[in-house]
């Protein structure tokens, strides 16, 4: 039942240039939609959100991007850097259900140099 | 910065052994809660804790699993008699606010 779905396991990207981090989710009751990042031997780092009443948020070389009708988002990473390598993760909850985040199975993403 | 920390880094056990992962979270947050990653897989959520109480768990959190916060500081994870599928990492996460959540290091877990 994978309700957060990234179906990109890897992607690699040249130092400086965009990288583009999508997800694609099936419940319509989700409301608010979360990335994270993590590098290995170490838990996921909360990088950004975005609430369903909002289609873009942006803070710094991040932003996410919101397709309500497409169930669609994507996190992009401009420019892109080497401390940029780790697991992307794309998370969501449910309205009224705050405690619980869904997970999708994450992108490894490579900065190339 | 505040940070949530997990002891051990790596817990072996025997199948059918007890474990209690421990997990110290962020000094004034309220909200505790354990998921898992199975080797190659998604994180999972598990339980969520609030006001010295589960407030949400999933269905991987069956009788054999359990949590605690004995303490004003520590929040356990107690694996009553543990499987070869117990097998992941167990991160810990806290927030003071629901959603936003800060995670642990984690800890493996192996069951032989």
């Known amino acids: 039942d994978q309700q957060v779905k990234q179906n990109s396991p890897s992607l690699s990207v040249q130092e400086g240039r965009i990288s583009i981090l999508n997800c694609d989710y099936t419940?319509?009751?989700?409301?608010?939609f979360l990335w994270y990042k993590k590098y290995p031997a170490e838990g996921p780092t909360f990088l950004i959100s975005?609430?369903?009443?909002?289609d873009k948020n942006e803070d710094g070389r991040f932003t996410v991007f919101l397709n309500k009708s497409a169930k669609h988002l994507s996190l992009h990473i401009v420019p892109s850097q080497p401390g940029d390598s780790a697991v992307y993760f794309c998370?969501?909850?449910?309205?009224?259900?705050?405690?619980?985040?869904?997970f999708g199975k994450g992108t490894r993403l490579h900065i190339l140099p | 910065e505040p940070e949530v920390t997990q002891t051990p880094s790596h817990q072996v056990t025997q199948m059918g052994q007890e474990v209690i992962l421990r997990c110290v979270p962020i000094?004034?947050?309220?909200?505790f809660y354990w998921y898992r990653q199975i080797l190659g897989q998604k994180v999972e959520f598990l339980v969520s804790?609030?006001?010295?109480?589960?407030?949400?768990k999933s269905e991987i959190f069956d009788d054999q699993f359990s949590v605690e916060r004995p303490d004003g500081s520590n929040f356990t994870l107690k694996i009553r008699s543990t499987k070869l599928e117990d097998s992941a990492m167990y991160f810990c996460?806290?927030?003071?606010?629901?959603?936003?959540?800060?995670f642990g290091p984690g800890t493996r877990l192996t069951v032989l």
């Open positions: 996460a806290s927030s003071y606010k629901p959603v936003t959540q800060y």
């Open positions: 419940n319509s009751m989700f409301d608010y």
């Open positions: 975005i609430s369903s009443i909002k």
């Open positions: 998370a969501a909850k449910e309205t009224n259900r705050d405690d619980k985040i869904i």
């Open positions: 000094s004034n947050h309220l909200y």
């Open positions: 804790f609030y006001n010295n109480e589960i407030s949400e």
